[in-house]
């Protein structure tokens, strides 16, 4: 419904505010058949956005098998690494390495990481994947990761 608002305030033609519907309402499909029937309205959202940003529905598959927690912040930092560069591969593997016991926050903490590397100079698959891998060797205490996120890296 708000696809259809938004291209009515746009002036969209009519055919193109059904055919933008009619996409999002595929990729919503999509995001159930990977997530699963117990996906909430938020995750399907979620995993809609990170399959039109170049995730594959096995990606999101795996992650649902990954983490029981709410995965709505994970397919968001996918879908942000994505959109910062990061191909959708390397991207994968980074949240699904961390997926299962990194909480909301520190997978937050982890995408800025990865961010500001980018934003540095690293590439950003290599980027994603040192993240990944100083985040999974950091301990799981509370804060350790936001504090280490906060020293920027060299490239």
Same mark, same amino acid.
């Given at each position: 419904?708000? =696809?259809?608002?938004?291209?009515?305030?746009?002036?969209?033609?009519?055919? *193109?505010?059904?055919?933008?519907?009619?996409?999002?309402?595929?990729? %919503?499909?999509?995001?159930? @058949?990977? %997530?699963?029937?117990?996906?909430?309205? !938020?995750?399907?959202?979620?995993?809609?956005?990170?399959? =039109?940003?170049?995730?594959?529905?096995?990606?999101?598959?795996? %992650? *649902? =098998? /990954?983490?029981?927690?709410?995965?709505?912040?994970?397919? +968001?930092?996918?879908? @942000?690494?994505?959109?910062?560069?990061?191909?959708? @591969?390397?991207?994968? !593997?980074?949240?699904? +390495?961390?997926?299962?016991?990194?909480?909301?926050?520190?997978?937050? $903490?982890?995408?800025?990481?990865?961010?500001?590397?980018? /934003?540095?100079?690293?590439?950003?698959?290599?980027?994603?994947?040192?993240?990944?891998?100083?985040?999974? !060797?950091?301990?799981?205490?509370?804060?350790?990761?936001?504090?280490?996120? $906060?020293?920027?890296?060299?490239?």
């Amino acid at each position: 419904m708000q =696809r259809a608002l938004e291209g009515t305030t746009k002036h969209a033609s009519g055919e *193109r505010i059904v055919a933008a519907v009619r996409h999002l309402a595929g990729d %919503l499909g999509r995001a159930r @058949d990977a %997530l699963g029937a117990p996906a909430s309205p !938020a995750e399907l959202n979620a995993g809609a956005m990170a399959l =039109r940003a170049g995730a594959s529905s096995e990606t999101l598959a795996e %992650l *649902r =098998r /990954a983490r029981r927690d709410a995965l709505i912040v994970p397919l +968001a930092v996918l879908t @942000d690494l994505m959109a910062s560069g990061v191909p959708a @591969d390397s991207a994968a !593997a980074a949240v699904l +390495a961390l997926a299962a016991t990194t909480r909301d926050a520190d997978l937050v $903490a982890f995408r800025q990481a990865v961010e500001r590397d980018i /934003a540095l100079g690293a590439a950003p698959g290599p980027a994603a994947a040192a993240a990944a891998s100083s985040f999974s !060797a950091a301990p799981q205490a509370s804060g350790a990761h936001g504090q280490q996120g $906060a020293q920027p890296r060299k490239p």
